[in-house]
Every structure is written in structure tokens, then in C-alpha cells.
């Protein structure tokens, strides 16, 4: 046993010289082989224009590239209707705003608003807060040119997915500096570290905030912290629990996931995530339609 864990070490320390020697070699090459896989892994979600069931506007930026973002109009329209910015997740490098593609275009009419679906800029291209800056120009740009998409820029709201729910709680909070507040945030399950705590401590977090949260989650331990730095710092808050949900179930349940074979064996899709996703679907166009009044 002895001469077994002394040979593993040695195969151990063996494997770590191996990859130091031929970084020195190869300065970045394991930095460019994890961006391969990253880029890889999120292409297949990239849509062809006909394929994808929002429209791709492109939201052009004064020196900078533009924000490319999917829109999806209600099928009853009005002069000026809500508008739902919706941010993907994928830890900062993956996903795309087409893996979002059919569940946008189901709640357009579920929740009677215009959502527009933004691909923000991953973070092996550009660092935050690049991508906040993008939404933050995408949202402005939708009120400045209110008329031209039938929104109403009284009632913009933000829903974002793990990563997104991060990115859009900042660019709330840099919104508002600007003197743009949105109506309210809904964010399921989203990436916590101590940006959101001392947004909290400081008096810059936006709300209202809902937080949906599952059983399985990988910030479980840090949701109670945020809770606490939310209510001592007065954030209009309420937090959702999805006791026997998976992290990823709303999202995961739609065509873009469930066929995409990185996903399938993931345990967020199944019948009973499912139906525990529309159901939580519902919830949220409740919530929506309290941010409207």
C-alpha cells in the first residue's frame, strides 16, 4: 500500500512538471485550449436565421461594436407594451441568447410583453464590465427609441439566469446612477460573490427583487448570506424556494437544451422538472404584472 500511494505521488508530481514545462513552453496554451472548448460548447446554440424564432436586431453603440439582442413581440400588440430584458446564464463563457430561443418566444405572449433576449459579450472576449455595459446600452437605447419597438420605458424589467441574473443586478444598479430605474429583477439562481453584498451594504441595490432559488443549487451556502445583506439593507426583496428543483430546470425544459447532447444526461430535464418550470413560469408573469402597477 505504501509503495502504491509513494508511486501515485510520484505519477502525480510527474503530470504537474509536464504541464508547467510546456506552458513555459507554450506560454497560454491551456488559457487557448479551454477558450476552444468554451467557444466550441457555446456554438451549438448559435441559431441560423431561420431557424431562430425571435429577430435579431443588432443595438449599434457609438464607438463599440453593437449588442446583438433576439426580439420577441406579443401576439397582440399595442402602442406601448412592457418590455422583459432577458439575460442568459452559462457562467460568464457559455450558453448564447439562442439556447433562451423557444422560452422567450413562449412567454412573449405568457406574459404579454416584448422580450428582448440579449447575447452579452462572454468574458474570455471581453471582461466586466463590458457585458453590464452592453446591457445597460441595450436598455437604454430601447427608451430612447421607444416608439420605434412599442415600448412602454415605464415598465422595463430584468430576468436573468445564473451568470445573466448577475450581470443585469449591476447594470440595475448603473442604471439607476445614470437616473434610469428599472420596474424590478427577478433572478434565478443567480452567481453571488461580494459585488451583490456590498451593492446591498452601500444603498445601490435595486429593487424589487424576487430571488428563485432550487434545492440543488451551487451558491446554496451564499443565497442565505445575500438574503441577510438584502433585508438589513432594506432592498425590496422576496425570495422564491424550489425545494425539489434543479438549478437550470426553467431554462433546461425547452427544445435548445433537450436536444443539445452536452445536456441531456443533465438532472435538470425531466417531466417533473418540467411541470415544476411552467409552473414557476406562471409565477413569474404574476410578478410581472405587479412590477406594471
Not at 424556494?241 to 425544459?253: I, L, R, T
Request: charged share 25%; glycine share 6%.
Amino acid at each position: 500500500m505504501g509503495n502504491f500511494i509513494i508511486n501515485a505521488i510520484g505519477v502525480l508530481i510527474l503530470i504537474y512538471f509536464v504541464i508547467w514545462l510546456y506552458n513555459k513552453l507554450h506560454p497560454g496554451a491551456f488559457d487557448r485550449k479551454l477558450e476552444e472548448r468554451v467557444r466550441n460548447a457555446r456554438s451549438k446554440f448559435i441559431k441560423t436565421e431561420a431557424e431562430r424564432k425571435g429577430r435579431r436586431v443588432i443595438i449599434p453603440r457609438e464607438g463599440k461594436d453593437g449588442v446583438a439582442v433576439n426580439l420577441y413581440n406579443p401576439s397582440h400588440m399595442e402602442a406601448k407594451m412592457p418590455v422583459v430584458f432577458v439575460c442568459h446564464g452559462g457562467t460568464f463563457m457559455d450558453g448564447d441568447a439562442d439556447m433562451l430561443d423557444s422560452f422567450c418566444d413562449r412567454m412573449k405572449d405568457q406574459w404579454e410583453a416584448v422580450i428582448v433576449n440579449i447575447n452579452y459579450t462572454k468574458i474570455d472576449v471581453h471582461q466586466i464590465p463590458y457585458p453590464q455595459e452592453e446591457i445597460i446600452d441595450t436598455v437604454m437605447y430601447m427608451a430612447i427609441h421607444a416608439e420605434q419597438f412599442h415600448a412602454d420605458a415605464k415598465h422595463f424589467a430584468f430576468v436573468g439566469f445564473s451568470a445573466g441574473a448577475y450581470l443585469q443586478t449591476g447594470a440595475a444598479a448603473m442604471l439607476a446612477q445614470k437616473d434610469f430605474h428599472i420596474c424590478g429583477q427577478i433572478a434565478f439562481y443567480p452567481f453571488i460573490d461580494d459585488t451583490q453584498i456590498k451593492m446591498c451594504d452601500s444603498g445601490y441595490h435595486i429593487g424589487p427583487y424576487y430571488m428563485i432559488t432550487t434545492g440543488k443549487d451551487q451558491m446554496k451556502d451564499r443565497e442565505d448570506i445575500y438574503e441577510q445583506h438584502l433585508r438589513s439593507g432594506n432592498v425590496d426583496y422576496q425570495r422564491r424556494h424550489y425545494e425539489d428543483a434543479v438549478q437550470g430546470f426553467v431554462e433546461y425544459n425547452n427544445p435548445e437544451i433537450e436536444n443539445n447532447p452536452l445536456y441531456r444526461k443533465s438532472a435538470a430535464i425531466s417531466p417533473e422538472q418540467k411541470e415544476l418550470a411552467r409552473a414557476c413560469e406562471i409565477w413569474v408573469g404574476s410578478i410581472l404584472n405587479r412590477f406594471w402597477d
